[in-house]
């Protein structure tokens, strides 16, 4: 509990936004790229406390999100096998795909499991012998490694009937096409921590001088972001662009390396499709030729897929960054948790359910901000942080 009790201190937060407002002088657009944030600084009201000239932009940061439509109807076209037995995290079970989800699958009598670890899939081959067990491997650099080992384990223990549908995605290629894009506002990032607690901060230095910008890693509690957003806008302030570590006491430069040994013996880097963006080169993992016998799709060909977005479904302008999920006609009316219309309102990252769960339900007047962002005295802002979680 330490460290959640010293992050969540009202008294250090006020102190932080005010050193904040001091520093700003002009308007700044900053992007997380990280759904855990993104829930955090929703759930606390850190968008609002900030001083009007700051725009927090909601990036491409939950997995289960970004997981594009025709992965998603695979995995439903698999787990719908007599032969199969299709495992995953629960927050993929809601998840819509053209008609249909997980949980319908299961319903009409597919063998759909929630696991708690790609271990837990593993022993369920072990005990079925006779079954082809899958397992839905999605995520960042924070879920691949337990993956990984997961199928270098079944090679190492020759437990052939078990195999992997791969979606993993990686960070740094996806900020780099965000600020590549003609529609790109974003003048600076708060990089996720878990994401470099993994693979360090290596990828990020060529990125901050390329499309100059500052890349300030930071974590997921209140005063992690007011740290990470006071050093991005620093920064601006003073027209640099280098990668600050905010968070070390999780992140080092070199990150884990024996978790990277793993990535790179198991999968190779290949580009990937994400929900809403596209294709992204170089963004994504598929197994490597060693453990291609493990890889679901080469498993299973799956053909013939037609997939359909709703029409009134705009998560792939969320996860751009585009549009804020309460500014989408669909938003809490038709497209609820209990009948999303799209990710961003089923996963417990996506930016939709966050603003759903946390009753941002009214968007904001072009131009303006909610009255309490711009309160510009200490006081109101101690007030609002004391009234929510952090007290």
């Not at 407002?21 to 955090?40: D, F, N, Y």
């Not at 997981?67 to 998603?72: D, N, V």
């Not at 974590?219 to 990470?228: A, S, Y």
């Amino acid at each position: 509990m330490k460290y959640i009790d010293e992050f969540q201190d009202p008294a250090l937060a006020g102190r932080l936004l005010d050193e904040i407002r001091a520093t700003v002088t002009r308007p700044w657009a900053l992007m997380e790229v990280c759904g855990g944030q993104t829930h955090s600084i929703i759930r606390h009201g850190i968008d609002q406390l900030l001083p009007p000239e700051i725009e927090l932009i909601h990036g491409p940061g939950c997995p289960v999100c970004v997981t594009p439509l025709e992965m998603i109807d695979k995995a439903l076209e698999i787990a719908s096998r007599p032969e199969v037995i299709f495992c995953s995290f629960g927050d993929m079970l809601r998840v819509p795909g053209t008609g249909r989800d997980l949980f319908q699958v299961r319903g009409q009598g597919g063998d759909v499991r929630v696991v708690y670890s790609p271990l837990d899939a593993l022993r369920i081959a072990e005990q079925n012998p006779d079954r082809e067990v899958v397992f839905f491997g999605i995520g960042f650099e924070t879920t691949a490694p337990p993956n990984a080992m997961t199928v270098h384990q079944a090679r190492k223990r020759n437990i052939r009937n078990f195999s992997l549908l791969v979606s993993h995605v990686r960070v740094p290629p996806a900020i780099d096409a965000i600020m590549r894009s003609p529609d790109c506002r974003v003048q600076g990032f708060l990089a996720a921590g878990h994401v470099c607690s993994v693979m360090g901060t290596a990828e990020y230095p060529e990125l901050a001088q390329r499309h100059q910008v500052p890349i300030v890693v930071t974590g997921f509690e209140p005063l992690d972001i007011l740290e990470g957003v006071r050093r991005t806008v620093l920064q601006l302030e003073r027209g640099e662009h280098t990668v600050e570590n905010a968070y070390q006491r999780a992140v080092t430069a070199e990150g884990n390396p024996a978790a990277q040994a793993m990535l790179g013996d198991v999968f190779e880097i290949t580009d990937r499709a994400w929900r809403g963006i596209g294709v992204i080169p170089d963004s994504g993992w598929r197994l490597s030729e060693r453990y291609r016998d493990h890889d679901a799709e080469h498993r299973f060909s799956v053909e013939g897929i037609d997939t359909r977005e709703p029409a009134e479904c705009r998560s792939g302008e969320v996860l751009q960054g585009l549009l804020k999920p309460n500014e989408c006609e669909a938003f809490g009316t038709t497209c609820t948790p209990r009948s999303p219309l799209g990710a961003t309102m089923v996963s417990s990252e996506g930016a939709c359910a966050a603003y759903y769960l946390y009753r941002r339900l009214d968007a904001a007047t072009p131009g303006q901000r909610p009255p309490a962002a711009a309160s510009a005295t200490p006081s109101p802002a101690t007030a609002s942080l004391e009234g929510s979680t952090l007290a």
